[in-house]
C-alpha cells in the first residue's frame, strides 16, 4: 500500500509541476533573499543584496530608473568605509554576474545611483522562477586591493 501511495504522491508532484504550480518556498525563505551578504577587508566594507523588482516601492523604483517586473530582480552592491552612521561611499569599479544551476553565466550591467550623500551600484538581472543563483562581485576601489564576493539565492514566484 505504501508504495502505490509514493507513487501516487510522485504522479502528483509531476502533474501540479506541469501545470506551473511550484512549491511553497521554504520557510524562512523571504528573509533569505533580502539578507545582505558582506565582505571586509581593513577598513573598506561592500555589501550586496539582491531583491525581486516587484518587492520595491514604486516611488524608489523610479528614482532608481528600475522597472518593476515579476521576473526581474535589482542587485545592489555598496562600497564603504567607516562604521554605522560614520559610513561613507568609496569610489570603485564593481562587476557582477550571476551563474544559474545550469552554469550559465550573465554578466550584470551595474550602474552608480547616488542615493543621499551614498552611492550604491544597481544592476537588473532577469530570471524565470524558480531559481538559484550565484553571485559574484568583483570591487576594484582606488585605495586598497580587489576584492571579491559570492553568495547563493533561492528565488521562488
Known amino acids: 500500500m505504501t508504495d502505490r501511495r509514493a507513487a501516487a504522491t510522485g504522479l502528483l508532484a509531476l502533474a501540479l ?9 521554504p520557510e524562512g525563505h523571504a ?9 571586509r577587508s581593513d577598513d573598506l566594507t561592500v555589501r550586496a543584496s539582491v531583491v525581486p ?8 523604483a523610479r ?9 526581474a530582480l535589482l542587485l545592489m552592491v555598496g562600497v564603504r568605509r567607516g562604521e554605522g552612521a560614520a559610513e561613507t561611499a568609496v569610489p570603485a569599479r564593481v562587476s557582477a554576474n550571476a551563474i544559474d544551476l545550469r552554469g550559465v553565466r550573465t554578466a550584470i550591467a551595474l550602474r552608480e545611483v547616488a542615493s543621499g550623500a551614498l552611492t550604491d551600484h544597481i544592476g537588473v538581472v532577469r530570471i524565470v522562477p524558480p531559481e538559484t543563483l550565484r553571485f559574484h562581485i568583483e570591487v576594484q576601489a582606488a ?15
Open 53 to 60: 523588482t516587484m518587492a520595491i516601492g514604486e516611488a524608489v
Open 17 to 25: 509541476g506541469a501545470c506551473g504550480i511550484a512549491p511553497t518556498p
Open 31 to 39: 528573509a533569505r533573499a533580502r539578507e545582505e551578504a558582506v565582505t
Open 143 to 157: 585605495s586598497g586591493r580587489p576584492l571579491a564576493l559570492q553568495f547563493s539565492r533561492d528565488f521562488y514566484p
Open 63 to 71: 528614482e532608481y530608473g528600475v522597472e518593476r517586473h515579476p521576473r
